[in-house]
């Protein structure tokens, strides 16, 4: 399957915002800023060629009517120098809305362990005093 150079803008997003996180390990945060370089290239690459495919299929399109059209009818061509990213823009709109996960953030994977593992022993002790299998000391 195709996707639009918009699709793979956002993707690489996508990977670019997981590059930042914090909570992610820094190996993770190298792969996932490689696949978001991957992906920005992807875009401009999808940009071209649609630009390309356009102005070979339509030269008579373009003597008719003095300036060219932003987008193609799949609507992947190049935004305005102007225009941000749907991505980005997608992203704006969840900061002012109040969706920032800074507000909420999720539970880093060393706490998580931690947890579990004091949930594990509160487990063990309550076995061991229920059903008398061995000595537990408080």
């Known amino acids: 399957m195709a996707l639009t150079s918009e699709q793979h803008a956002e ?3 996508s990977y ?3 590059a930042t996180d914090l909570f992610v390990s820094p190996k993770q945060r190298e792969v ?9 290239l992807m ?3 999808a940009a071209k060629k649609n630009a ?11 003597t008719a009517s003095k300036e060219p059209p932003d987008t193609g009818p799949s609507g992947d061509a190049l935004p305005k120098a102007n225009a941000l990213p749907k991505a980005i823009e997608s992203f704006l709109k969840r900061n002012k809305t109040g969706a920032s996960t800074e507000t909420n953030p999720p539970t880093p994977a060393h706490m998580m362990a931690l947890m579990h593992l004091a949930l594990r022993w509160r487990l063990f002790r309550l076995e061991t005093e229920t059903f008398g299998r061995g000595q537990v000391q408080h």
């Open 32 to 40: 996932f800023a490689r696949k978001a370089e991957f992906f920005r």
């Open 43 to 45: 875009a401009k690459l």
């Open 52 to 62: 390309a495919s356009q102005a070979a299929a339509s030269p008579k399109q373009e």
């Open 11 to 13: 993707i690489a997003a």
């Open 16 to 18: 670019a915002d997981a």
